[in-house]
């Protein structure tokens, strides 16, 4: 444990950097899964297949195999993240980081969509046909009956997916964000003697912050739960 | 299905709307494909040399090989998961506070410890005294065993909640006992409600063999970063890798939902979330 306390401030600013990639990234893949949802549940049939298509394919690809096409394949083809270079007090915002936000977005975007789905296939077909049985036009079915029930339905999924996400942070660490695996990596090399101590300190770390976002999660399910 | 539960089905005015959506839709799509291809046209990426090794023999059996490899360290895992799996899963339906405790702390932490964290950890601690190459491929094997095990340990305790309550009360009424009720009564059943939950697990396990690559290559990531190195075909290499992946994966997906359908019927299939012990209690319930 005492390589871990003596670099503490580096440790904290690499976990630092596992939340903000997190943030930025689980932000963006909310938004990017829910454009998905709405290819794939909207009326547009070419839509549909193109959503379908491309969930299939970026589920079946491994993380790594993304973040390798955005680090090393894409630049030779012209599509590169050199342009940003944002720093915000300590932080760095290069390449690097912009990269793994893609690539993490790209993935998680597909599993949000599919939680989302989920979501809206748990409401009963009852419900939308009572509802439009009443007279309600097609935005007072969507909002004051499926939606509200479908969102509800959808919380757990979506977190798992999050908390999903927050764990394939670590894979940035292959790609040069010195992010908390990264950082474990590095004080593992530097200090053999010390591993056990080392891992176990590192895993507590993901483990805290797995458990905040299950956490929050549970709240927010049980704060929309209708009675 | 979804669709029918938002949308009436169309009238002829909105039936015209669509059909203009339809072909902004599949003008747009046509567009962004468009621009990708030109956009690897234009690198020179298409150049017969760059794919070449692809239908070289000695080329297609390393990468044949590598496929072995990749597909080997992720079925021994799943093997590994399995027995990880019923371990801890029927651990954590034991009657003893201290058992269902420790085994549920076990569960937890594997369960949200990065796998590639475990790797580097099985990597640099565990195996380093094999050579790099057989440590790689053990530390794969090993990280994605516990990762999934833990995984499979909460879907057999799924899945044995989600058998009807009566199996178990009658079983006791026989008067079988503990070891009895589970190993004869409970566990046959829930195996099979969780075959298609174990081939999808594999699905999970293949991609994440490729995590290695941060400490070694291993298996298809070992050709991912050699290949290009001598042909200078990054950008080809990726692609037939990831294809690989992705065919490997779809073959996987079917045989899950054949499973499905032989051993289940048309239920969804067992899910594990990572949140909410309630919503798994109501399916269970509802079963």
Redesign the interface.
Known sequence: MDAVIESLPDVFKAFGYTVLLFLVSGTLSLIGGTLLVAM????????NK?GAAYV??VR??????VF??FS??AP????NFRWVDVHIGTFDFTSFFSTAVVALTLYTSTFVCEAL?SG??A???G??EAA?AIGLP?GGV?SQV?LPQAFRAS???V??AL??LL?????A??FGVIEA?SQ??SL??NN?DE??GI?LA??IG??VL??LV?LA??TL?RRWRIA | MASAVLFDSPGPKTAARHRIYTVVAAVVLMLLVAWVLKRLNDAGQFAYELWEPFVTPNIMQAIGEAWLDTLSMAGLSVLGALVFGVVFGVAKLSDHRPVRWASWLVVEFFRAVPVIMLMIFAFYAVFNSMSIERGAYWSVVLALTVYNGAVLAEVFRAGINALPKGQAEAAYAIGMRKSQVMNIVLLPQAVKIMVPAIISQMVVALKDTSLILIVFGVGLTKILKQLPLSFNNLVPTTIVIALLYIVTNLVLTAIASYAQKKFVGEKEMLKVSMVGEADQNQSAATF
């Open positions: 794939r549940v909207g009326p547009i049939a070419i839509l193109a299939t394919l079946n690809t491994p993380l790594l195999a390798f096409f090393f394949a030779r083809i012209g599509i789905r809206v296939n409401v009963p077909l419900q939308a439009r097609f969507m499926v919380v757990p999924p977190a798992s908390i999903a764990k394939n942070t670590s894979v660490a292959v695996t474990m990596k593992t090399n053999a591993r056990w891992f590192f895993a993901y483990v797995v458990e299950s999660a549970g399910e």
